[in-house]
């Protein structure tokens, strides 16, 4: 047993120095407010504000939306990858673990060269039809940012998808088409239920992922999109009120351990 303490010294004992004392020193910082003390008032004065209880809900329903966005679209792709033979699918399945390396701001950045104000559609717009400006002026807004969300961590669902359609037995997809069943109720009654599992981990794995997302919303240039992380940047770059941005970040920091928590139950079950 003290050999055992001995050689779990060391690693607790650096998780604890560069993890866990950080952040302390949040937490511990956002009990402080300006006026010195401790005291509770810096969470009641950060959420009770407008600009909080709107990031909180900017934050939760543009994860809430792409999740469900990279749910969908994932189970199409990893379908399509996997039971539809075509040439090139299994290159296009290990590009998406290359996929999964990208940094968040180069998928982000690739959209505004596609659509951005200057970009290629709106160019070609304007070639074709002599306007001052192109059509596509959406990905300084909301729903720019749930695009560029949706294109960057839909591999995130892809992945354990097409790792549980691997194991799946081809002879109940054989059998089931041999019996007439066709290609709707294959994939409702047969592969859906086996793929549940791989869908709810990947899926709470983007959840928090998106939560915490911070490049894809800065890129776009959406100013009028705050989000939680948005709002930290703010508070402690912008305004100086260090004790504010301490709050925000201990609050999502909260709901990220609460999410990942699930992701982590859900990951078991499916094997992944």
């Given at each position: 047993m ?5 050689w779990a010294a060391p690693p607790v004992?650096?998780l604890?120095?560069?993890f866990l004392?950080p952040l302390?020193l949040v937490?511990e910082?956002s009990l ?14 950060v959420?009770?504000s407008e ?6 809900w900017?934050?939760v329903w543009l ?5 469900a966005?990279c749910l969908?679209?994932?189970?199409l ?10 040439p090139?699918a299994?290159a296009v399945a290990?590009?998406?673990d ?11 950045l690739?959209l505004?060269f596609?659509?951005?104000?200057v970009?290629m559609a709106?160019?070609?717009?304007t070639?074709a039809?002599?306007?001052a400006e192109?059509p596509?002026?959406?990905?300084t807004?909301?729903?720019?940012v749930l695009?560029?969300?949706i294109?960057?961590?839909t591999?995130f669902?892809?992945?354990p998808?097409l790792?549980?359609f691997?194991q799946?037995d081809?002879?109940q997809?054989?059998a089931a ?12 009654r047969?592969i ?20 915490n997302e911070?490049?894809?919303v800065?890129?776009?240039g ?6 939680l992380?948005t709002?930290?940047?703010?508070k402690?770059?912008?305004?100086s009120?260090y004790p504010g941005?301490c709050v925000?970040a ?6 990220s351990?609460?999410l ?8 078991r079950?499916?094997?992944a």
């Open positions: 003290t050999r055992r303490l001995l004992a650096l604890a120095l560069f004392y302390g937490v910082q402080k407010p300006d006026t010195g003390g401790v005291s509770l008032q810096p969470y009641a004065d959420l009770a600009p909080f209880r709107e990031a909180l900017t934050t994860a809430l939306a792409a999740t966005g969908v679209l994932g189970f792709l990893a379908l399509v990858i996997a039971f539809v033979p075509f090139g299994r290990r590009f998406v290359v996929f999964l390396s990208f940094p968040s701001f180069l998928i982000t690739a505004l596609i659509y951005g104000t970009g709106n160019g070609l717009w070639d039809t002599g306007a192109g596509f002026q959406f990905l807004t909301p729903w720019g695009l560029a969300e294109t960057y961590f591999p669902v892809m992945r998808l790792a549980a691997a799946l081809t002879a997809l054989e088409g041999s019996l007439g069943a066709r290609a709707p109720r294959i994939v409702r047969i859906l239920p086996e793929a549940l599992p791989a869908l709810a981990a990947g899926g709470s794995l983007v959840l928090v992922l998106c939560l911070f490049g894809i800065l890129f776009t959406a100013k009028g999109v705050t989000t992380p709002l930290v940047y703010s402690a770059i912008l305004e009120d941005a925000v201990v609050v999502n920091v909260l709901i351990v609460g990942y928590g699930l992701y982590r139950v859900v990951s079950r499916a094997g």
